[in-house]
T-cell receptor, first 112, second 110 residues
Framework: SQQGEEDPQALSIQEGENATMNCSYK?????LQWYRQNSGRGLVHLIL?????REKHSGRLRVTLDTSKKSSSLLITASRAADTASYFC????????????FGTGTRLKVLA | DTGVSQNPRHKITKRGQNVTFRCDPI?????LYWYRQTLGQGPEFLTY????????KSRLLSDRFSAERPKGSFSTLEIQRTEQGDSAMYLC????????FGQGTRLTVV
């Protein structure tokens, strides 16, 4: 079963605005990763945040992790039309499995 | 290009035929994963290798599916007696810590 659940499922914003996506999960994790996927393409790794970290930045991306709430957020600042894609979180549970577990993703559309 | 490489990128096959996909991971990565993704869904885990050992398989991986990773390098995923429900994007990833994905193989079963 999917562990990560992203919300919203879809988001439409104007170029230059910020986009925030949220991910919730169910069990303890070692780390959480965010990915971008353009239509019909593979997944592009954006950022990894470890369970002992609370916030990470990479360029226009800011990721937060709240392990007490079992949730993470991805903020894209000053969005561009090229940011239009689906965004997924993937969690690495601490035990019981080696796999990364993905949610159903947030479809972001940035309007020029 | 030192990323994860998958071949072929697209495969169209008739129902009942066998297909094989190949994944070449990033060379120093000892962990390799196969996922399947259908339209509008997130990737679903199929199987995991650590070096040459297959350590985890999903219940999604029926007896028609088999994966190998000889010598802990490249990996192959074979689907026997394909069915229309096998149509999907098959994704391979490799990792040390961060998991990097290839471009995927899109399978269409007609």
């Amino acid at each position: 079963s999917q562990q990560g659940e992203e919300d919203p499922q879809a988001l439409s914003i104007q170029e230059g605005e910020n986009a925030t996506m949220n991910c919730s999960y169910k069990t303890s994790i070692n780390n959480l990763q965010w990915y971008r996927q353009n239509s019909g393409r593979g997944l592009v790794h954006l950022i990894l945040i470890r369970s002992n970290e609370r916030e990470k930045h990479s360029g226009r991306l800011r990721v937060t992790l709240d392990t007490s709430k079992k949730s993470s957020s991805l903020l894209i600042t000053a969005s561009r039309a090229a940011d239009t894609a689906s965004y997924f979180c993937a969690t690495a549970p601490t035990s019981g499995t080696y796999k990364y577990i993905f949610g159903t993703g947030t479809r972001l559309k940035v309007l020029a | 290009d030192t990323g994860v490489s998958q071949n072929p990128r697209h495969k169209i096959t008739k129902r009942g035929q066998n297909v094989t996909f190949r994944c070449d991971p990033i060379s120093e990565h000892n962990r390799l994963y196969w996922y399947r993704q259908t339209l509008g869904q997130g990737p679903e885990f199929l199987t995991y290798f650590q070096n040459e050992a297959q350590l985890e398989k999903s219940r999604l991986l029926s007896d028609r599916f088999s994966a190998e990773r000889p010598k802990g390098s490249f990996s192959t995923l074979e689907i026997q007696r394909t069915e229309q429900g096998d149509s999907a994007m098959y994704l391979c990833a490799s990792s040390l810590t961060e998991a990097f994905f290839g471009q995927g193989t899109r399978l269409t079963v007609v």
